[in-house]
């Protein structure tokens, strides 16, 4: 599976911006897919995941739940970004395959999986 994510950039904060996350080579509905963000020198960082296509539930991290709201279409990711802030600012990650469960603070990833390459997102304040 090849990820290809696009739509990051420089906003504002309080701006929004919406991400999407191509994935091709074999249908990934019946995969786990979401977006996980790493700024310099840290971990990468759970923001938001799904099971799978047909479930409804969504994970989502503590610091996005109710700004960021993703959503899914066959083979494309997408992450709708609204009131950013200057700490939000980080390379974003699509990531498809594993298992995304409840976590003791955030949803935690696990299992196997296929990443993309990033897209930087830069919230000034």
């Known amino acids: 599976v090849q990820l290809v994510e696009s739509g990051g950039g420089i906003v504002q904060a309080g701006g929004s911006l919406r991400l999407f996350c191509a994935a091709s080579?074999?249908?990934?509905?019946?995969?786990?897919m979401g977006w996980l963000r790493q700024v310099p020198r840290m971990v990468h960082v759970f923001v938001v995941g799904?099971?799978?296509?047909?479930?409804?539930t969504y994970y989502y991290a503590d610091s996005v739940k109710g700004r960021f709201t993703m959503s899914r279409d066959k083979n494309t990711v997408f992450l709708q970004m609204n009131s950013l802030k200057p700490e939000d600012t980080a390379v974003y990650y699509c990531?498809?395959?594993?298992?995304?469960?409840?976590?003791?603070?955030?949803?935690?990833?696990?299992?196997?999986?296929?990443w993309g390459k990033g897209t930087l997102v830069n919230v000034s304040s």
């Open positions: 080579g074999r249908t990934v509905s019946g995969y786990a």
């Open positions: 799904n099971n799978w296509s047909g479930s409804s």
């Open positions: 990531r498809v395959g594993g298992t995304v469960v409840a976590g003791g603070r955030d949803p935690v990833w696990s299992g196997s999986s296929y």
